[in-house]
C-alpha cells in the first residue's frame, strides 16, 4: 500500500483540457518530478494536490484516508512552495518566516536555526524583502521546508532564480529529505539527478 | 483565534512600513475638507449645512480606494494560498481582513473628524453625533466593500463594473450616517436613526463573513 495516491484525475482549465485520469501512487522515500512544457498544467496539478484548486474528477488518497474527508487535516501532511515566494516584501527575513511560525500549524521553531544555517541566511534576517535578489528570496522562501514538520514537499519550480551552488545545495537538502522516509513531488525543468519516477503532462 | 490576531497584527504592521501608500489615503479626506472654505467661497452658513454630508461622502470614497484591493496583494504573492493551507478557515481571513482596514483608514478618520469639525465651528453635540455614528456606519462601510473585493477577486477585465453592484449597499449607511449624525441626542434616549445604523451594521456583522468566505472559496475551486 503506498503512502501517496492519486486516482483518475482529471482537469479543465479555461476550456482546455489539461490532463484526463491521471494515476500515479508514490511511497515515502520516493520522488516524483512532473514534466511538461510551459502551459502544460503543472502548477494546476500540483495546485490540486494542494487542495488549492478542485479537479473536475478523482481523487487524492493519503495514508489511506481521502483527502475529501480529511479536509483540513489534510493541510498538516505537506508543505508546498508555489510559483511565488508567497512573502511580504516590506517585512523582513526574520519576521516573514516568525508569520508562518504562527500561522502554520506543521512548522516548529526547533529547526529555525537550522534553516536559516541550511540556506545561508544569517545575514540578510534583519533585511526587508524588497532589498533582496530575486535567488535570496527564493532561499527565503525554501526555508520554510526546514521549518516544516510534514512528509510530503509540494515544489513548483524550487531552483527558479538560484545559482549553480545554491541549486546544487537544495538538490542535496531534497535528497536528505527523502532518505529521512520524506515524500517529493516537484515541477521543475531542471534535470534532477536523484533517482525519481517522472509523469509527462 | 490566536491566528485571527496574528493576521491582523502583521497587516497593520506591513501598511505602517508602507507609509505612503497607507497615509495616503488619510491625506486625502484631510485635504478634501481642509480646501472645503475654498469651494463654498467661505460662505460659513452653506458650509455647516453641507458639512457632515461631505464628510460621509467623502469618508466612503475614501474606503471604496482603500478597500479595493484587500485581497488582491495577498492573491497575487501567493500569500492567500498559504494562510488557506495553514487550515485557517476563510471566514476567519476575510474577517480578519476587514478590521485590519477598518483599523488602517477608519480608525484614524474618526478621530480626527470630529477634530477637523471643530476647525469650522460646529457645536459641540454635534461633535459626538458624527463621531459615534462613523463609530458604527465604518465599519458597514468596510465589510461591504471587503465582500465586493473577494468577489472580484482573480477577475481582470470587468471588475469594476462588478464592484457597482454592490454600491447600492453603500447609500443606507450614508443616508442614516448622515441623518444620525445631524440628530439630536435627548438624555437616555438614542435617536430612530442610531438604531437603524445600529441595526444594519449588526446584519451586516453576520451575514458578510459568510458570503466574503464563500467569494474567497469560489476561488479555490
Known amino acids: 500500500m503506498s503512502f501517496f495516491e492519486i486516482k483518475k484525475i482529471s482537469c479543465i482549465r479555461g476550456n482546455k483540457l489539461l490532463f484526463k485520469d491521471l494515476n500515479f501512487k508514490l511511497n515515502t522515500k520516493e520522488l516524483l518530478v512532473i514534466k511538461g512544457a510551459n502551459g502544460s498544467g503543472k502548477t494546476t496539478l500540483l495546485k490540486i494536490l494542494c487542495g ?14 481521502d483527502t475529501n474527508i480529511l479536509k483540513d487535516e489534510y493541510f498538516k501532511y505537506f508543505e508546498y512552495i508555489g510559483h511565488e515566494n508567497a512573502i511580504k ?36 534576517l ?40 545554491n541549486t546544487l545545495n537544495f538538490f542535496k537538502i531534497l535528497k536528505q529529505h527523502l532518505q529521512l522516509n520524506g515524500l517529493a513531488i516537484v515541477a521543475s525543468h531542471d534535470e534532477i539527478k536523484i533517482k525519481n519516477k517522472n509523469i509527462n503532462l | 483565534m490566536l491566528n485571527f490576531f496574528n493576521l491582523i497584527i502583521t497587516d497593520i504592521k506591513i501598511s505602517l512600513r508602507k507609509k505612503n501608500e497607507s497615509i495616503i489615503s488619510i491625506l486625502f479626506f484631510l485635504f478634501s475638507i481642509l480646501i472645503l472654505p475654498l469651494v463654498f467661497q467661505g460662505d460659513q452658513e452653506i458650509l455647516k449645512r453641507f458639512l457632515i454630508g461631505i464628510i460621509w461622502f467623502l469618508t466612503l470614497l475614501t474606503i471604496i480606494f482603500s478597500v479595493e484591493k484587500l485581497f488582491e496583494n495577498d492573491y497575487e504573492d501567493g500569500m492567500l494560498d498559504q494562510i488557506y493551507i495553514s487550515g485557517i478557515p476563510l471566514e476567519i481571513i476575510f474577517l480578519s481582513k476587514s478590521l ?29 453625533n458624527i463621531f459615534v455614528s462613523l463609530l458604527i456606519g465604518t465599519p458597514i462601510l468596510c465589510m461591504v466593500g471587503a465582500v465586493t473585493s473577494a468577489v472580484v477577486l482573480g477577475f481582470n477585465k470587468g471588475s469594476s463594473i462588478i464592484s457597482l453592484i454592490t454600491l447600492p449597499l453603500y447609500i443606507p ?9 445631524n440628530s439630536e441626542i435627548i438624555f437616555n434616549q438614542i435617536s430612530q436613526e442610531f438604531k437603524i445604523l445600529i441595526g444594519y451594521l449588526l446584519i451586516v456583522i453576520a451575514i458578510s463573513p459568510w458570503i466574503g468566505g464563500l467569494a474567497l472559496r469560489l476561488k479555490y475551486r
Open chain 1, 52 to 65: 488549492l484548486l478542485k479537479p473536475i474528477s478523482g481523487s487524492i488518497i493519503i495514508n489511506k484516508k
Open chain 1, 89 to 124: 516584501s516590506s517585512l523582513t527575513v526574520r519576521e516573514n518566516l516568525n508569520f508562518y511560525l504562527k500561522i502554520k500549524k506543521n512548522l516548529t521553531k526547533k529547526n529555525f536555526e537550522k534553516a536559516i544555517k541550511i540556506f545561508n541566511l544569517k545575514n540578510l
Open chain 1, 126 to 165: 534583519d533585511i526587508k524583502i524588497e532589498n533582496l535578489s530575486s535567488g535570496e528570496k527564493r532561499r527565503v522562501s525554501l526555508s520554510r521546508l526546514i521549518l516544516s514538520k510534514s512528509k510530503i514537499w509540494f515544489l513548483d519550480e524550487p531552483t527558479n532564480g538560484l545559482d549553480k551552488k
Open chain 2, 100 to 128: 485590519s482596514i477598518w483599523i488602517i483608514t477608519c480608525l484614524p478618520i474618526i478621530i480626527l473628524s470630529p477634530l477637523l469639525l471643530l476647525l469650522f465651528n460646529l457645536q459641540i453635540e454635534k461633535l459626538l
Open chain 2, 173 to 181: 449607511v450614508l443616508i442614516f450616517g448622515i441623518e444620525a449624525s
